[in-house]
């Protein structure tokens, strides 16, 4: 009703830009996602790079052309665009298409687009997207790696966490043993 | 039922997309079934498809090993499709690895291609 009313005031002169701006002010509460929103509203003041903000907590961003070489620890969000050498102990990781990263890596998440060299421990996925170049050791516990892609070195699962797809097999084995300690306890039992 | 319907048409496309139709009904199917189990080496030219168990070599230009499919022994195909269990060594064109998979030992490819869920611990070398 409220809608209608901004309508017939602005009358004829409405464009389709000031009615979008109209709607969206309108149905900002019902927008709970903020990026959204802004990405709507293309505010300015609020500019990204990379994802990356100012504020953001925990996260750095080795921007392209930079070279870097150091320890990065306790990170959130870790984009590698430029050069880095070093290690990194982060939450997730991401290595972009013109990255080049060194190191000694410990994170939960890792996507690997660019170049990396070195050994990664992950305690979740590992991602190899095709344009990536990946030599090192890898520790993982969800691998993906899409076709084109080049992955060389030890590759080793983990097993901290199942995979997807659960496997039937070791379910089965695991299932064996607990059946013979059940046969042995009615056993005991009728002995008694 | 209707699930399931599309289930199946869904994995045609994608076996579709490795080895065209007319590909694989002009060459020599070889089919190993579920409860065959063979010790030696395997040699052939065209496709085979793996539901058993193999220990020994295995050498074809295409090979698709299922998921009840288990190798215990050297592959070398242009190209493998893995579901199964494989415990040795792989040589191979183009690889593609099923999230169901089960790898062990060491893998010489060109192109591979891993899909989320499976379990490979093994060295992976990139051949020219």
């Known amino acids: 009703m409220v809608f209608n009313a901004h309508l017939d005031h602005y009358g004829l002169d409405i464009n389709l830009i000031s009615l979008f701006h109209i709607f969206s002010t309108y149905f900002k509460d019902l927008l709970s996602n903020n990026k959204l929103y802004d990405i709507l ?13 100012a504020n953001d907590n925990g996260c750095i961003l080795v921007g392209e052309g930079v070279s870097l070489e150091g320890r990065i620890a306790n990170a959130k969000d870790t984009n590698i665009a430029g050069t880095y050498n070093g290690s990194i102990n982060s939450d997730s990781l991401y290595v972009s298409k013109n990255g080049n990263l060194t190191g000694d ?69 695991e299932e064996q ?12 039992e009728v002995e008694d | 039922m209707s699930i399931f319907g599309s289930q199946e048409k869904k994995e045609i496309i994608e076996e579709k997309f490795i080895f065209p139709v007319s590909d694989i009904s002009t060459s020599h199917h070889t089919f190993i079934s579920e409860d065959l189990e063979i010790n030696g080496n395997i040699t052939g030219k065209d496709y085979i498809e793996l539901n058993g168990k193999v220990t020994g070599t295995l050498k074809s230009n295409k090979i698709d090993i299922k998921e009840k499919g288990l190798v ?49 611990t093994a060295e992976l070398i990139k051949t020219i």
């Open chain 1, 41 to 53: 509203m293309e505010d300015e003041s609020n500019q990204e790079l990379d994802g990356i903000t």
């Open chain 1, 105 to 173: 890596i410990k994170t939960q998440n890792v996507t690997i687009d660019g170049k990396f060299t070195g050994d990664v421990r992950t305690e979740n996925s590992l991602v190899v997207n095709s344009t990536a170049l990946a030599k090192g050791n890898f520790e993982y516990s969800i691998l993906e790696v899409k076709f084109g892609a080049t992955i060389e070195g030890m590759v080793k699962h983990s097993g901290a966490i199942s995979p997807i797809a659960p496997a039937e097999k070791s379910l089965t084995h």
């Open chain 1, 177 to 188: 043993p607990i059946l013979d300690t059940d046969i042995s306890d009615n056993h005991l």
């Open chain 2, 72 to 120: 215990n022994g050297e592959i070398s195909a242009d190209n493998l499709i893995v579901a199964g269990e494989i415990d040795g060594e792989i040589k191979v064109h183009d690889l593609y690895i099923r999230s169901t998979a089960k790898i062990k030992g060491i893998i010489r490819y060109k192109n591979i291609d891993i899909q989320a869920g499976a379990i490979i």
